[in-house]
C-alpha cells in the first residue's frame, strides 16, 4: 500500500486545521486588543494614551516595510538573464479607451524588447458596434507592417444562440465544409486568426471584461508559453516583458508575477495625483511585502504574466464563477490570482518591470472604481481564506489585518463621535494624520522622492469617501457591471454618493451631539483647564499641517507641473 498519498492528505489536513486555528488566534488578539482598549502609555487625567491596539498596528507597518524592503533587494539580486525563449500571448482588453491613450499603448508594445517572433499580440474589443471600430483601425494602422488580422464577430464564446443555428448560417455554397449545426462558424474563423497571425484584433459582442479575456485566453489555447495580460490605457516600459519573464523562469514554482503599476496621468487632478501615490504604497510595500512570501494577492490587470498550461487548467471555472447564484463579471484580475493560488503555486511582484497607466480624475469616476474593487475584494477575501493553508501564514495574517481594519476604525469614528470628548475627536484625527506622516516619511526615504509625504494627504479621500464606499460596495456586491465607464464615453452613476451622504449626516449630528453634551460639562475642574489647552495646542497643530500641506501642494506641486509632460522615460 503506498502510503504517500495519504500522509499527504494528511499532511494537508493538519496544515488546514493550524491555519484555521492561527487565524483564530490573531482575530481573537486584535478583537480583544480593540475592545479591552488596554492602555500601554497615558497622561495625567487620560487626555493622551498609547494602546496595545495601536502597538499591533504600529508593528504590522513596521514589519510589512521590512520585508518589502528585503523583496526589492531579492529582485535587484537576480542576475540571470531572461532566455527570451519562451513564447508569450500578450492579450489587450479594450472597453471605448480614449485614442491618445489607445495608440500610446499600441505603440509601447511594439517597442517592446522582447523578440516579436514569440510575442503573439491579441486585442479584443468589448463591443462590435461602428462606434467601436476607431480602436480597431488604430490597432491595424499601428501593426500594419505585421501583417495584422482583424475580424468582428457577431457575438462571444457565449452569446451564441445554437436554435438558430438554420437560419443564421445559411451561407450556401461557401459554407464552411466543417461546420456543425449548433457550433458558431464565426468562432473558428477568430480561433483560426489567433494561432496563426502574430497580431489580431477581435471586436466581438458586448459582455464585460471577463468575456474579453476569456475570449483571448480560450482562443490562445496550449499554442503558447506564457500569457501576459494589459488594459488599453497602459503604457508599458521596453523592458517590462523581459522582467516579467525573467521572474517566472527563475522558479517552477512561480506561477504569475506582477509588475510596478504607476499612473500616467497623474497631474490631471488631486484626485490623480493622490491616485499614484496610493499606487507607489499599493505595490512597493504591500505587494512587495507578500512577494517576499510568495503571496501576491492581486496581479494587476495592466501587468501581469502567467504560466500558460496552468491558466487553461482554470479557465473554465475562472469564467464561470458565482456569488451568490449570480455570475461574476467584476474582479477579474483578482479571482484569475486566487485561482492559481488554490493550485498551490506562487505569486510575485517584481519593482523592475515598469508601465503607466490610467486612473480617473473626476471624483465620481474615482468612486466608482474604488466601490467596484472594494466588491471585487470582499468576494475574493472569502474565496481566498480557502486556500490559506497553501501558503505561508502571512497570506492568513495579513488577510485577517486588512480584512477587519475598515469595521474597526468605522467603529472607532463613531463611538468617538458620538460618546467621545472634542479633545478625543481631535485627538484621533491628529493621529491619523501622524500615522500618515511616518509612512509618508519612509515612503519618501524609500523612494527617494519628497513628493511622497503627500501620502499623508490620502487619509482625508479614505475616512471621507473609501470608508463609506466600502459598505455600499458590501451591500451591492452581486451588481455586475465594469464599474468604471470607457474613456472615451464618461457615464455617471451617482449612486455611490448616497453612502457619503449617510456617513457624513451620522458624523455631522455625532459631532453636534458631543458638543451639546461639552456645554453641560464644568470645564474650571483640573481635568478639563488641562483638556482646554491640549484642544487649543492640537488645533493649532492640525490646522498648521493642514495649510502647510495646502501650500505646498498649490505652490511646489502645481507650479512644477503646470505643463502637462507628453512623453514619459521608464528607467529600469
Given at each position: ?41 497615558t497622561s495625567s487625567y487620560g487626555i493622551i494614551s498609547f494602546g496595545f491596539y495601536g502597538l499591533l498596528l504600529s508593528l504590522h507597518v513596521l514589519v510589512q516595510s521590512f520585508f518589502a524592503f528585503i523583496e526589492h533587494r531579492r529582485m535587484r539580486a537576480l542576475s540571470k538573464p531572461c532566455s527570451l ?488
Amino acid at each position: 500500500m503506498d502510503l504517500k498519498p495519504l500522509l499527504k492528505k494528511l499532511g494537508s489536513i493538519l496544515r488546514a486545521i493550524f491555519t484555521f486555528t492561527f487565524a483564530l488566534l490573531v482575530m481573537g488578539v486584535m478583537v480583544w486588543a480593540y475592545v479591552d482598549g488596554f492602555q500601554l502609555v497615558t497622561s495625567s487625567y487620560g487626555i493622551i494614551s498609547f494602546g496595545f491596539y495601536g502597538l499591533l498596528l504600529s508593528l504590522h507597518v513596521l514589519v510589512q516595510s521590512f520585508f518589502a524592503f528585503i523583496e526589492h533587494r531579492r529582485m535587484r539580486a537576480l542576475s540571470k538573464p531572461c532566455s527570451l525563449t519562451k513564447t508569450i500571448g500578450f492579450t489587450i482588453s479594450a472597453y471605448q479607451e480614449d485614442p491618445a491613450y489607445l495608440r500610446e499603448c499600441l505603440n509601447s508594445i511594439r517597442a517592446l524588447k522582447y523578440p516579436p517572433e514569440l510575442l503573439r499580440i491579441i486585442m479584443v474589443i468589448d463591443g462590435n458596434t461602428e462606434d467601436d471600430r476607431y480602436m480597431m483601425d488604430m490597432f491595424m494602422e499601428v501593426f500594419a507592417d505585421q501583417d495584422p488580422g482583424c475580424f468582428v464577430w457577431s457575438n462571444n464564446y457565449h452569446t451564441w444562440d445554437p436554435t438558430q443555428a438554420q437560419q443564421d448560417v445559411e451561407m450556401g455554397p461557401e459554407a464552411d465544409a466543417d461546420y456543425t449545426i449548433g457550433e458558431d462558424p464565426q468562432r473558428k474563423e477568430v480561433e483560426r486568426l489567433i494561432q496563426s497571425k502574430s497580431c489580431v484584433c477581435i471586436m466581438q459582442k458586448w459582455g464585460g471584461k471577463r468575456d474579453v479575456m476569456y475570449t483571448a485566453f480560450k482562443a490562445l489555447g496550449s499554442s503558447v508559453d506564457y500569457i501576459q495580460v494589459c488594459d488599453s490605457d497602459t503604457k508599458l516600459d521596453t523592458l517590462a516583458t523581459v522582467e516579467l519573464c525573467k521572474v517566472l523562469e527563475s522558479n517552477n514554482k512561480y506561477g504569475a508575477v506582477g509588475g510596478d503599476v504607476m499612473i500616467l496621468n497623474l497631474k490631471d487632478s488631486y484626485i490623480s495625483f493622490m491616485s499614484s501615490l496610493r499606487y507607489w504604497m499599493a505595490f512597493n510595500i504591500e505587494r512587495s511585502c507578500q512577494s517576499f512570501f510568495n503571496c501576491v494577492s492581486c496581479i494587476s490587470g495592466p501587468l501581469g504574466l502567467y504560466r500558460n498550461d496552468l491558466l487553461q487548467q482554470f479557465l473554465e471555472p475562472w469564467y464561470n464563477q458565482k456569488f451568490l447564484g449570480s455570475h461574476c463579471t467584476f474582479g477579474d484580475d483578482r479571482h484569475l490570482t486566487n485561482r492559481m493560488l488554490s493550485m498551490g503555486f506562487a505569486t510575485k511582484y517584481t519593482a523592475r518591470s515598469k508601465c503607466y497607466t490610467e486612473t480617473p480624475a473626476q471624483f465620481l469616476r474615482w468612486l466608482n472604481q474604488q466601490t467596484r474593487w472594494t466588491k471585487s475584494y470582499f468576494r475574493e477575501w472569502l474565496y481566498n481564506a480557502m486556500w490559506w493553508h497553501k501558503h505561508h501564514v502571512w497570506m492568513t495574517y495579513e488577510s485577517i489585518v486588512s480584512g477587519v481594519f475598515p469595521f474597526f476604525v468605522t467603529a472607532t469614528i463613531i463611538q468617538l463621535f458620538w460618546t467621545g470628548t472634542l479633545w478625543d475627536i481631535l485627538w484621533i484625527l491628529c493621529c491619523i494624520q501622524l500615522i500618515g506622516l511616518v509612512k509618508a516619511a519612509y515612503a519618501c526615504i524609500l523612494r527617494r522622492d519628497f513628493v511622497m509625504v503627500f501620502m499623508s494627504l490620502y487619509s482625508a479621500l479614505y475616512m471621507t469617501s473609501l470608508l463609506p464606499a466600502k459598505y455600499f460596495a458590501i451591500i451591492t456586491m452581486n451588481k455586475s457591471s465594469w464599474g468604471t465607464s470607457g474613456r472615451r464615453k464618461i457615464v455617471g452613476n451617482y449612486m455611490p454618493l448616497l453612502p457619503l451622504s449617510v456617513w457624513v449626516a451620522l458624523l455631522l449630528s455625532g459631532f453636534a451631539y458631543t458638543i451639546y453634551q461639552e456645554t453641560r460639562e464644568d470645564w474650571h475642574t483640573p481635568a478639563k483647564i488641562l483638556e482646554t489647552r491640549f484642544i487649543i495646542y492640537g488645533c493649532v497643530a492640525y490646522t498648521c499641517y493642514w495649510l502647510l500641506m495646502i501650500f505646498l501642494y498649490w505652490v511646489w506641486f502645481r507650479k512644477s507641473c503646470r505643463k502637462r509632460v507628453q512623453s514619459y522615460a521608464l528607467n529600469v
